[in-house]
């Protein structure tokens, strides 16, 4: 039985049950082990309301390719991670909010990084019960704590972060959930505490995504939840440079967001009244 209710805390469960169902394919992007024993059977029944809600009744159509963007979304960040950490400099990777994430356990890290994840006690504790027997393969540091509680860079530092040395964040599964002015604080916070060099990736959607018919089906699934999706931008390169970093935005299907998986036409940003997500990358300056 899961010990996760917040409706926030319950949309790890819907991720941990994505990435359980990828590791069974065949052309499956990544491999998580740990997946299916995180997101468990109350995982399993979000994923089946999400399914439900993805099939538009008297039409072929489907709701954005909820898997396949999932799928690349992991193994694009898998993949900027691992490139971060390869670097000697890196010695330390935020992933803030950490949720069920298994990256620590599941892939391999060099010796001289430190592994920080910071999120709600109740999504830790989850994680430890259901792997407390696991070894993770670099020194993962928990930091129980919410990233909009008032003092969570303290928190942080006890935990052995220092705000001195250039560090790799990962924002992942977050922003949307947040009202404009609160995204604002929590990237100025984090920029707030990462020395110039630093690098942050990120997803994202825009406006369009927030009102677009089409999309009525899912959001109404996390609204139903409690949890709705309620921030976007249309310009992520200007959002992130109101907090000092240089960044690049790609939308899933193009080059370096594909991996053979995504399905649907990618649309130029030039052309308005379309709903995108994306994947934000780049550095402090």
Known sequence: MTAL??????????????????????????????AATLCGD????????????AVTPGEDGTLP??????????RFLDDLLQRAAAAPGTTQIVLAPAGLDSRAHRLDWPGHVRWF?????????????????????????EVAVDLTSPDWERDLREAGYDPAVPSVWLVEGLLYYL???EVDRVLGRIAAISAPGSTIAADLVNEAALTQPHMKGLLDVFAGWGCPWISGTDDPEAL????????????PGEEGADFGRWPDRVVPRSEP???RVFFVHGRKR
């Open 5 to 34: 209710h917040d409706p926030v805390e319950r949309t790890a469960l819907l991720t941990a049950a994505l990435r359980a169902v990828e590791t069974r394919r065949e052309d499956r992007l990544y491999e998580d082990p740990y």
């Open 42 to 53: 109350t995982g399993m029944a979000l994923l089946g309301e999400v399914r439900a809600a």
């Open 65 to 74: 390719s909820t898997p396949d963007y999932n799928a690349i979304r992991t």
């Open 117 to 141: 994840e910071l999120d709600r006690p109740a999504v830790l504790g989850h994680k430890r019960r259901l792997l407390g027997a696991e070894t993770p393969r670099v020194d993962r540091r």
């Open 179 to 181: 009202p404009g002015n």
């Open 240 to 251: 992130f440079a109101r907090h000092g970093y240089e960044v690049r935005a790609v939308q």
């Open 273 to 275: 009244g379309v709903s």
